[in-house]
């Protein structure tokens, strides 16, 4: 069984720093391909950042800069360090297997809220 459980969103100040965690269970996670997606109410949920089973990144162009993807294939963890916050990355962030070796997959979270707000 799949398991994907975010923790580490909260309440933070603009210009401030937060960091996701997601831990993952029931995958072969080396083989696997991850990425935090969000979604703001009303909007679409989007792709914030993936990293390949390689540890190759990719981000949006709205957090370049300010948003760092990571994994630990031995805890078998996915982070996402969020600093600079602004209002608009006020959001439900998820966790998600993108792929598992070659294959497609559509493996998520519950998500945990994040909220930017002075």
């Known amino acids: 069984q799949v398991q994907l459980a975010e923790s580490g969103g909260g309440l933070v100040q603009p210009g401030g720093s937060l960091r996701l965690s997601c831990a993952a269970s029931?995958?072969?996670?080396?083989?696997?391909?991850m990425g935090w997606y969000r979604q703001a109410p009303g909007k679409q949920r989007e792709l914030v950042a993936g990293i390949t089973s390689t540890g190759i990144t990719n981000y949006a162009e709205s957090v370049k800069g300010r948003f760092t993807i990571s994994r630990d294939n031995v805890k078998h963890m996915v982070y996402l360090q969020m600093n600079s916050l602004k209002p608009e990355d006020t959001a439900a962030y998820y966790c998600k297997v993108d792929r598992l070796g070659a294959i497609t997959v559509p493996y998520w979270g519950q998500g945990t809220q994040v909220t930017v707000s002075s």
């Open positions: 029931g995958i072969p996670f080396s083989m696997s391909a």
